[in-house]
């Protein structure tokens, strides 16, 4: 299969600050897709980012596919966005089986 | 529009029985996938369904686990015999092209 690495592991914040979170995978790939897992457990679609740059609101995200990584930012954090943020693949074509990293956990204080 | 649906949202059973998860996938959508996730881990993948056959069934953990789906519409997965390890959350996703949307969720609890 396809390795697909998150960092960092675990994230504190306080309010207000911006982040970086990254994802690399071994394999090039035609889909990528960036998730936020809420404290109920719901995934929730941020980004279907394959190359390229993307921003939604205060969220953005790059994806270099040729040095196969791929950049989640968020800016003004809030308490909100607190909650686990998977990177997931699929290798070989845009449908098939999603390759998922092991996640960011964030964590935003007020 | 609706989103992916799941049932039952919460099925505690007894070591040994056998169950069954529904998941409705987004009208329209031709894929449907289920993943697993246990406690503090992230998603491992079981089966892919593209319209009504299976391309992709390499994460089924053993024979005790099946799936199936009628009419490019509802699948269900079997678990039968049910062993304590299979305590997780069943998440179903479907797709058309290639972003995938999930459904809450079904925890199961075997006791």
């Known amino acids: 299969g396809i390795q697909v690495e998150q960092s960092p592991p675990d994230l504190i914040l306080q309010e207000g600050a911006n982040s970086t979170l990254r994802c690399n995978f071994s394999d090039s790939v035609n889909n990528l897709q960036w998730f936020h897992q809420n404290p109920w457990g719901q995934l929730i679609n941020l980004f279907y980012?394959?190359?390229g740059t993307k921003q939604n609101g205060r969220l953005s995200a790059t994806t270099v596919a040729t040095e196969r990584y791929s950049l989640l930012y968020i800016s003004s954090s809030q308490t909100t966005d607190s909650g686990v943020y998977f990177c997931?693949?699929?290798?070989?074509?845009?449908?098939?089986?999603?390759?998922f990293g092991r996640g960011t956990q964030l964590t935003v204080w007020p | 529009g609706a989103g992916v649906s799941q049932s039952p949202s919460n099925k505690v059973t007894e070591k040994g029985k056998d169950v069954e998860l529904r998941c409705d996938p987004i009208?329209?959508?031709?894929?449907l996938y289920w993943y697993r996730q246990r406690l503090g881990q992230g998603l491992e993948f079981l089966i892919y369904?593209?319209?009504?056959?299976?391309?992709?069934k390499s994460g089924l953990p053993s024979d005790r686990f099946s799936a199936e789906r009628t009419g490019e519409s509802v699948s269900t997965l079997t678990i039968q015999r049910t062993q304590q390890e299979d305590s997780a959350v069943y998440l179903c996703?479907?797709?058309?092209?290639?972003?995938?949307?999930f459904g809450p969720g079904t925890r199961l609890t075997v006791l």
């Open positions: 980012i394959p190359s």
């Open positions: 996703a479907s797709s058309l092209v290639n972003t995938q949307y």
């Open positions: 997931a693949v699929v290798r070989g074509s845009t449908l098939g089986r999603l390759y």
């Open positions: 009208s329209g959508h031709t894929a």
């Open positions: 369904f593209q319209g009504n056959s299976a391309p992709d």
